[in-house]
């Protein structure tokens, strides 16, 4: 059962009492009672998702809206615990053709997708990483900046060196430093021209159907990142936020994504796998269609103005208005939750 079926939101701050509300309930069985700090994220996904539908004139309870990814959305955020507030993961609104109308016409719904930005999959990997003890902060290689690979003495590794000579050069190459539980020290190296086989596979998924893929195809077989942001013909078919402003930082993000992939991780429930897995796709094909700029917005919209905390444990308790502005401090979780007839009374 839709465990929104019920809700019928008139406003972003009923909104979100309705779907977090609902949503922490039916995942008790599964993570326990949610925290605060989780109720904040589901929030903050919530008042990210209601930009982003009234840029389309709709809301919450518009019917061409699928409220199902708007669950899935809001459980991801919890579960996970990322806040779009920390830059940690942002939503993209897409078109869907799902079958047909009773009058003929194609049936076209709006899907919300959530994306990791590369600080909260790195945040899942300190989480769930099989015998990870710690992440440490990525290391971003510039052109210009001194850097030695690591070297191996015997099965002693000697560690990579690295001089930064300033922030703004391209980016050669992005460093991610893993502890493990037994104290080794693993770093994670992924080159920029590794970015060249994910816009590959997104323009090979952007050319299904269509009658020029195989000639497009065998076209980029050989190039570099630089000639497949460059050429003319190809350029247009590659996801905007590698070529626009943001194109460095998109370049980053797939960096670290890149370096940490292979990298096993250990879920703590099967929910945990199925939403990590049903939304860490290849993200640049829910992208495509937005220019850099909105994407960019996207991942960088203000949400919940809510204060950065030493730890998850001593996170806010906040209640909002109908901007999504927090308003005063909750004494408790189920204070997050009134009920809504008696403030809209």
Known sequence: MNEVAKAKPKSLMQAQRDYVGAIGKGLESIIGNIDNYQAVCGYNILAQINVQLAKDGLTFTSPEVDKETINNAIKYVIVYRLNTDNKEVFTIVRNEKRGKKPNGTDNWVKVI???????????????????VAKVYPEWIVREGDDFKYQTFKGVEVIPPEWQPHGTDGKVRLVVVPIKYKDGFIDYRIAERESVATNIKAQIKQSLMGKSNKEEVLAKITDMTLEQLLTDKTIAPLVND???GLSSEEMIITK???NAVKRVQIDYSSALARELNEKTFDNADVYVKGHNAEEVLAMANAPMLDVKEVESVDAAPEVKVDD???????????????????EEDA
């Open 241 to 243: 936020t590698y070529t």
């Open 323 to 341: 901007e999504g502005v927090v308003t005063k401090v909750a004494n408790d979780i189920n204070s997050l939750f009134d009920d809504p007839s």
């Open 113 to 131: 997708e959530v994306k990791p930005q590369y600080k909260g999959q790195l945040k899942i990997l300190a989480t769930y990483g099989r015998n």
């Open 255 to 257: 960096l670290v994504l």
